[in-house]
């Protein structure tokens, strides 16, 4: 039987993905010691009544996140849109429903071992990109999903989750088709429903990525 290292070796996460420190506050990774333990209930509270950041002032509500709570699968988007923040989910509108054909197309569904959140809870105005300070408050939020989850494998959902999850300003180009590692969890990066909608031809990349995401989902339920 595979060990859990023999299965990242085969699918060439290095020692490099795993050790990643001594980075700029600014730039610092999204790690777990800075992380406070929550339970649920008290990390929705939280999110519902979070001053943290500006987009507090702005937002009509926190989005924590949806989903089963004890899914293999976690899917990290951007930040709410207009119609998230409205209804207080994420990925609803037409880029919610090509996540859901997306994740029907490798035997997914909302909800059934997959959990859907954001990097940011709360939607920038505008649906501007989220700055460094508003990721840099959110980040616990997140960290605590991750914790009480313990997902087997993350996708990320387009360049801004993919380089704020990495660290790295690295294109979605570059980052797409191989298996990164976060918080000790592999991770794979496609593009972004809202993304693909506006660009079709891409769609084929964003079926090889969720190939590469169902097979190292199938080697770690193996392992
Ligand atoms: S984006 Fe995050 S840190 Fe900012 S107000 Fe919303 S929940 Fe708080």
Redesign the pocket.
């Known amino acids: 039987m595979l060990s859990r290292d023999d299965v990242f070796s085969e699918l060439g996460i290095g020692p490099a993905w795993r050790l990643r420190e001594t980075l700029p506050a600014s730039r610092a990774p999204l790690v777990a010691p800075q992380s406070p333990s929550y339970t649920w209930d008290q990390l929705a509270d939280a ?1 519902a009544h ?7 002032a702005t ?1 009509t509500q ?1 989005v924590l996140g949806v989903g089963d709570r004890n899914a293999d699968w976690l899917i990290i988007g951007e ?1 709410p849109g207009a119609d998230e923040d409205r209804i207080g989910e994420p990925f609803v509108g037409q880029a919610g429903k090509l996540l859901d054909a997306m994740l029907a197309s490798i035997g997914l569904r909302r909800g059934d071992n997959v959990y859907i959140a954001n990097v ?3 939607r920038p105005p505008g649906n501007r990109n989220p700055e460094p300070d ?1 990721v840099a ?2 980040r616990p ?1 997140l960290l605590a999903q991750i914790e009480l989850i313990r997902p087997k494998l993350i996708l990320a959902l387009g360049r801004f989750a993919a380089q704020s999850l990495l660290d790295t300003d690295e294109a979605i180009s570059r980052l797409r088709g191989r298996v990164h590692q976060f918080q000790n969890v592999p991770l794979v990066v496609t593009y972004h429903p809202a993304y693909l909608l506006r660009n079709l031809p891409d769609k084929a990349r964003a079926w090889e990525d969720l190939c590469l995401a169902r097979r190292t989902m199938q080697a770690l339920v193996t392992a």
């Open positions: 999110v979070c001053t943290a950041c500006k987009l507090s937002r926190g930040a940011l809870k709360s508003e408050a959110c939020y």
